[in-house]
């Protein structure tokens, strides 16, 4: 493919995922091949499809025009780690899409089977054995403590870590209040659970025995990351009573602080409590050299989440250093 023609398709990708429908409709008028057209990503790795795009940035409008202009419903997902826009929007947790693709006759394979919670379908994909995974470790897209035993019944690693380096435990984890109930049987099955994937699926009963057990989780900087993710301001509290850092850092990729992280996540009540508790507005992340106020603002159209615009405003208003 010629640079001109892929930076044709990078652009109508970011008008995808940038929301902008009337362009892309425009687009789609004057060259239709777009609709199914592999290129950049807008916004970070990988080269998906214009459908994956819309899915991510969650918009049920964009991805339905994609539809109707032909776009396959289960994607050429090769270039994007195998992910069908399918099982793109079971990890967003949109049902609307996830229905809207099936209605258009988006394929059920194994990772789609196991993100929609279809045991049986699962169970029946799956076979007497366990089957080479191109989408990471499979234990990471199960949704039910019944095909978690499906899987390690057949031999699944729960420490195998995907591209990413992330292990079924913080897949699941990320989930949050979602993903209890599965770690809770990972921990049945005797796989290790650390504190802080106790913090992001909220359990606060057991992360403060964990706590009472070993005092320096209070002061893991991704304990009260995770808390801060799970949207839990009791349990930020109570990390923060217990002497966790306001200004703690994720301890890698992007070294960005929890208000990042709350900022990202159109948290306003989070925002606020961290920097009434001492957060800094003005710290930056290490990667994009950015504020938290900056993370919102991207969010806004990155996430697709309304909230962020409020989380804008308030840092802004109370603060933010300039750009």
Not at 78 to 107: F, H, I, N, T, V
Not at 255 to 269: E, I, S
Request: include cysteine; proline fraction near 8%.
């Amino acid at each position: 493919m010629s640079e001109d023609r892929d930076e044709a398709i990078g652009a109508f990708l970011r008008a995808v995922g940038d929301g902008e429908i009337d362009r892309v409709r425009a687009a789609l008028a004057s060259a239709p091949e777009l609709v199914d057209a592999v290129g950049p990503h807008p916004y970070w790795g990988g080269r998906p499809q214009a459908l994956h795009v819309a899915v991510e940035t969650k918009q049920p409008e964009m991805a339905a025009l994609l539809l109707d202009a032909g776009a396959d419903p289960s994607g050429r997902n090769e270039a994007y780690a195998y992910w069908s826009p399918l099982m793109l929007a079971c990890a967003r947790r949109r049902p609307d899409l996830a229905e809207l693709l099936l209605a258009r006759g988006a394929r059920i394979g194994l990772p789609e089977a196991l993100l929609l919670g279809m045991d049986k379908r699962v169970e029946g994909l799956l076979g007497p054995g366990l089957p080479e995974s191109r989408w990471g470790p499979l234990l990471s897209l199960a949704r039910t403590p019944s095909a978690l035993d499906l899987l390690l019944d057949r031999g699944a690693d729960p420490m195998e870590r995907d591209e990413w380096g992330a292990t079924p435990v913080d897949a699941l984890a990320n989930l949050g209040a979602e993903g209890r109930p599965l770690i809770r049987r990972l921990l049945a099955r005797g796989v290790p659970v650390e504190a802080r994937h106790l913090a992001r699926i909220g359990d606060r009963a057991a992360l403060a025995a964990r706590i009472e057990a070993a005092p320096a989780a209070a002061h893991d900087p991704a304990v009260l990351l995770a808390a801060v993710d799970a949207g839990d301001p009791a349990l930020v509290r109570f990390l923060l009573g217990e002497g966790a850092d306001a200004n703690a850092r994720a301890p890698d990729r992007s070294r960005q602080t929890a208000l990042h992280n709350a900022a990202w996540n159109g948290d306003l009540l989070m925002v606020r409590l961290l920097v009434e508790a001492g957060a800094d507005l003005a710290a930056l992340d290490e990667q994009y050299r950015a504020p938290p106020w900056g993370w919102a603002t991207t969010a806004i159209t990155v996430t697709n989440n309304p909230d962020c615009r409020a989380v804008a405003d308030w840092l802004a208003a109370n603060g933010r250093p300039a750009s």
